[in-house]
């Protein structure tokens, strides 16, 4: 319990508010976690499966519908993760909401790039069994170096896009298919990385005996990163297959 003192503000409010209420909460378990993981994923997927079936009915529902999806889900995101004890409410909307943006982006490299999303699923899956059997072997281990090391990447990237998007607004820039694949290759490892973070976080959160509201922020966590590797990920397999062709 002592990391969520000492080095998260987030945690740190919300367990002090926990313990200020009841003494006795019921601690977080794995199974839990797990639980709560397949429910947001759930949630993604008829979520998809709505946006889908939006898209068949009117086509030109496209560009509302990405707009829609971009501006709820980055405000459900943020409540969720700035409020872990809203993390159940928020993070299902956010879910919900990513779902159809993931359904109507699917489907439309799908038109260019047939079969692309079901190697970006199967390709998902497999950067996620790597990244559980290096975590639970001890092969790669969370420290704090690590998370540092994170979040300065994390944060170099941001600089990096918000400085290339302000030069755009006065210079026409243009990326070949070798600097958006470099680009591509650079998300996915920042995703990688955040997967074992997150799976720290599931660890520090269960065995540090954190109150049960916090299974579903972790598993929240755990399914953003999943849902943001996919993303990153359909694209890059699109303009391989596009290229190949």
């Known amino acids: 319990m002592n990391f969520f003192r000492s080095h998260n503000p987030v945690y740190r409010r919300a367990l002090n508010e926990t313990e200020s209420l009841d003494k006795t909460y019921e601690a977080s378990t794995y199974a839990g976690v797990a639980r709560k993981a397949l429910f947001y994923i759930a949630l993604v997927l008829v979520g998809a499966f709505g946006g889908l079936a939006l898209m068949v009915a009117n086509t030109e529902l496209f560009v ?17 993760f700035l409020i872990p004890s809203a993390a159940k409410v928020f993070g299902s909307l956010y879910c919900l909401a990513e779902g159809l943006l993931v359904g109507v982006v699917s489907l439309a490299f799908k038109a260019v790039a047939p079969g692309v999303v079901l190697a970006a699923l199967l390709s998902t899956v497999v950067v996620l069994t790597l990244v559980v059997t290096l975590f639970l072997t001890g092969t790669v281990k969370v420290t704090s170096k690590f998370i540092r090391f994170l979040m300065i990447f994390a944060l170099s990237i941001l600089v990096t896009m918000l400085l290339l998007w302000i030069i755009s607004l006065f210079i026409q820039i243009k990326f070949d298919f070798r600097i958006m694949a470099v680009v591509s290759g650079i998300m996915i490892f920042l995703c990688t990385l955040y997967l074992f973070f997150d799976l720290e976080m599931i660890r520090r959160v269960v065995e540090g005996g954190a109150p049960k509201f916090f299974e579903w922020y972790v598993a929240f966590g755990l399914v953003f990163t999943l849902v943001w590797l996919y993303m990153e990920i359909l694209p890059l397999l699109a303009r391989l297959m596009m290229r190949r062709d």
Do not use: N, Q, Y
């Open 64 to 80: 509302t519908m990405l707009i829609i999806s971009l501006f709820t889900t980055t405000i459900f995101a943020l409540f969720a």
